[in-house]
């Protein structure tokens, strides 16, 4: 599914999202599954939505290793509940949005997967609906907040459904409205299933988008592959 998106500003997350910044750090350009990014969530004190760094991958709490989150960037809607990775986060409501310009997937219309980044006609960032927890790593007992995307089925979304392989499953990000944001940062998980509805393709564009060189993954890193169920 969507292993790398395009963040936004630390000015386009004050400006554009209203957010108060945590962490004085700047997203990446683009972020890949495992890195630091910005994400949204309320601030259990005084109800102001908060902007803080975290990582592009959920770790719950009894993973033992950073790389767990290779694994864990996209969750489903249908199986959130129930996975043991994403289950602990879902059923406490801590719901977060992550704020972008785009995010890539596979299309194969030419015969060959060909990146391409899609995101608002108008360009506008927008955000994506997620769930975070906050992990202590066993060796080091240092702690940081990590998130994955939820997505749903997009088989048959007039755009997303040109997406990844031929005779795969379609999916997509959950693409949360601006007037929703924080009612979805304060949902019960009951309101966030009904919040989690396919953005229309109307206010959708993709183009084509190369990976650059400079910019590829390591060797045993791919584009491509659908994390397996946690």
């Known amino acids: 599914m969507c292993v790398n998106y395009f963040p936004v500003?630390?000015?386009?997350?004050?400006?554009?999202?209203?957010?108060?910044?945590?962490?004085?750090?700047?997203?990446?350009?683009?972020?890949?599954?495992?890195?630091?990014?910005?994400?949204?969530?309320?601030h259990r004190q005084t109800g102001e939505r908060v902007a803080t760094q975290a990582r592009f991958g959920l770790l719950p709490h009894f993973a033992q290793e950073v790389r767990y989150a290779d694994k864990t960037y996209n969750a489903r809607m249908e199986t959130v509940a129930e996975l043991p990775s994403y289950k602990p986060a879902w059923t406490a409501s801590r719901f977060c949005l992550i704020?972008?310009?785009?995010?890539?997937?596979?299309?194969?219309?030419?015969?060959?997967?060909?990146?391409?980044?899609?995101?608002?006609?108008?360009?506008?960032?927008?955000?994506?609906?997620?769930?975070?927890?906050?992990?202590?790593?066993?060796?080091?007992?240092?702690?940081?907040?990590?998130?994955?995307?939820?997505?749903?089925?997009?088989?048959?979304?007039?755009?997303?459904r040109r997406f990844h392989a031929p005779g795969d499953e379609k999916r997509m990000p959950v693409i949360i409205h601006p007037e929703n944001y924080d009612r979805w940062l304060s949902a019960t998980p009951e309101q966030a299933r009904?919040?989690?509805?396919?953005?229309?393709?109307?206010?959708?564009?993709?183009?084509?988008?190369?990976?650059?060189?400079?910019?590829?993954?390591?060797?045993?890193?791919?584009?491509?592959?659908?994390?397996?169920?946690?």
């Open 194 to 230: 009904a919040l989690a509805q396919p953005f229309p393709a109307d206010l959708m564009r993709s183009l084509a988008a190369p990976l650059p060189k400079l910019k590829q993954p390591s060797p045993n890193f791919s584009l491509f592959d659908e994390p397996e169920p946690v």
């Open 9 to 42: 500003s630390n000015k386009v997350l004050e400006e554009q999202f209203l957010a108060r910044l945590i962490t004085p750090e700047e997203s990446p350009t683009e972020a890949w599954k495992g890195q630091f990014a910005a994400m949204l969530v309320k």
């Open 99 to 160: 704020p972008m310009c785009g995010f890539c997937e596979p299309c194969y219309e030419s015969g060959q997967p060909e990146r391409w980044q899609i995101g608002m006609e108008d360009d506008a960032a927008f955000a994506v609906a997620g769930i975070w927890s906050w992990w202590r790593n066993p060796h080091t007992q240092q702690g940081e907040a990590s998130f994955s995307m939820l997505t749903i089925n997009a088989d048959e979304h007039p755009l997303m």
